[in-house]
Every structure is written in C-alpha cells, then in structure tokens.
Nanobody, 125 residues
Framework: QVQLEESGGGLVQAGGSLRLSCAAS????????MGWFRQASGKEREFVAG????????YYADSVKGRFTISRDNAKNTVLREMNSLTPEDTAVYYC??????????????????WGQGTQVTVSS
C-alpha cells in the first residue's frame, strides 16, 4: 500500500520560511513525478509545484515562483519544498501527491493517484 506523509507545517509570521517534507513508503516513487498542492479554507485545491523523477521538469504556480523551491531526495524517497517570503495568502493545508502513470508532473489534482493527509501552514500578518 502506498503512503505519502507530509511534515513540517506550522505557524509562521509573514516574511518567514518553512520547509515541508513528504516521505513516500510502500512503493518507490523515485521514478515518478511528485507534486505539491494546497487548499485554503473555502477554496479549491490548487497546484503549487511539481517535479519529474530526476527534476528534468519542474513547474511552479505563478503565485509562488521565486519564493518556493521543490527538490527531491530519491535515495530517501522524499520530496522537499522550501517556502520563503511567506504571506497570509499562503495559509492553507498543503498536500503531497504522486503518480506512477506520467513522466511530466501534472498541474491538476486528477493527474495524481496518491495523496498525503496534508499539513497545515498558517502565516500570520
């Protein structure tokens, strides 16, 4: 059974930084694309960042370009995301997602098979 588990969320002041981590177990995701999505209260889940297996394709939402960085440690089956210059608009539950069917990371939720439970990120003003 595939499991993805996020960690690293929490409360941070505007302008601060957080690092989120996603650990995959049950199946090696080192060969597959992984992504991060977020869902703010009352809003739809939206794409944040995605990386192909060897990081040859990396995509970011316009709202986070220059502030967020996605990276992979395939030896440890983990995906990291550095978030800098956080604003209250970044407040959301952040989800890690993985997919075995694609090479290029998707930008919509239905392009991913597996999901973590999510981790809350709250940015105070």
């Amino acid at each position: 059974q595939v499991q993805l588990e996020e960690s690293g969320g929490g409360l941070v002041q505007a302008g601060g930084s957080l690092r989120l981590s996603c650990a995959a177990s049950g199946r090696t995701f080192s060969r597959y694309p992984m992504g991060w999505f977020r869902q703010a209260s009352g809003k739809e889940r939206e794409f944040v960042a995605g990386s192909s297996a060897r990081a040859e394709f990396i995509y970011y939402a316009d709202s986070v370009k220059g502030r967020f960085t996605i990276s992979r440690d395939n030896a440890k089956n983990t995906v990291l995301r550095e978030m800098n210059s956080l604003t209250p608009e970044d407040t959301a539950v952040y989800y890690c997602a993985g997919d075995r069917r694609r090479v290029v990371p998707g930008k919509t939720p239905n392009e991913y098979e597996y999901w973590g439970q999510g981790t809350q990120v709250t940015v105070s003003s």
